[in-house]
């Protein structure tokens, strides 16, 4: 069943600013690696964020100084504050923990769907 929700998608317009949340479900437990992810339409979803269980964050080329992962473990929750959108950011995001693995350090920093295996169902971020 489903263990990651995320929130907080909308239609923005370029320049402007959003912030998703990635909440856990009670019991989540999966945390060595979080991350975020996108697919725009007729494109292959592409990595955009994950953070490690040593606080290290990873980001695509593409966000990097525009978006920041942060967390409040309080409220299980993960967040991706997107600054500065622009059109091409436009896209169905996800959230998503990492399978379990002993080499979670350099497998979360590859940021590639294929080793993600918890997600959520997606928010639609569109910018115009």
């Known amino acids: 069943h489903v263990q990651l929700v995320e929130s907080g998608g909308g239609s923005v317009q370029a320049g402007e600013s959003l912030k998703l949340s990635c909440t856990f479900v009670?019991?989540?437990?999966?945390?060595?690696?979080m991350g975020w992810f996108r697919q725009a339409p007729g494109k292959p979803r592409e990595g955009v964020a994950a953070?490690?269980?040593?606080?290290?964050?990873s980001y695509a080329d593409s966000v990097k100084g525009r978006f920041t992962l942060s967390s409040d473990n309080a409220k299980n929750t993960l967040y991706l504050q997107m600054n500065s959108l622009k059109l091409e950011d436009t896209a169905t995001f996800s959230c998503a923990a990492l399978r379990p693995t002993y080499t979670w350090r350099d497998t979360c920093r590859r940021l590639r769907a294929s080793d993600f295996s918890y997600w959520g169902q997606g928010t639609q971020v569109t910018v115009s």
């Open positions: 009670s019991g989540f437990s999966n945390r060595k690696c």
């Open positions: 953070i490690d269980g040593d606080g290290t964050a």
